[in-house]
């Protein structure tokens, strides 16, 4: 190869490795997740609801835990008949 083809052949490379990391950052970044956005008044309701709370003695935190816990629990049941079905399909 002269140095004419082998100048040809890095630069070739060396775009391919461009384009490469440009697609790959372009993926990364789609994939991020959004910040999801907390309603107008958020932070207001979410002060009242933890003073009313902790005046009763309790932990906002702790309830909010609970809360967190019962939507669990209730998706699961709630679920739970298709996931049988599902699983009766496969055997």
Do not use: C
Request: hydrophobic share 25%; proline share 2%; net charge positive.
């Amino acid at each position: 190869m002269d140095k004419t083809q082998d100048k040809d052949v890095k630069q070739d490379e060396k775009a391919a490795i461009k384009d490469s990391a440009e697609s790959s950052r372009k993926v990364s970044s789609s994939k991020r997740r959004r910040r999801p956005v907390k309603p107008e008044g958020f932070k207001e309701f979410e002060t009242l609801a933890k003073g009313i709370i902790e005046a009763d003695g309790s932990s906002y935190y702790e309830w909010l835990h609970e809360r967190h816990q019962d939507i669990i629990l209730n998706f699961n049941v709630s679920n739970q008949k298709q996931i049988t079905n599902v699983a009766k399909k496969g055997e």
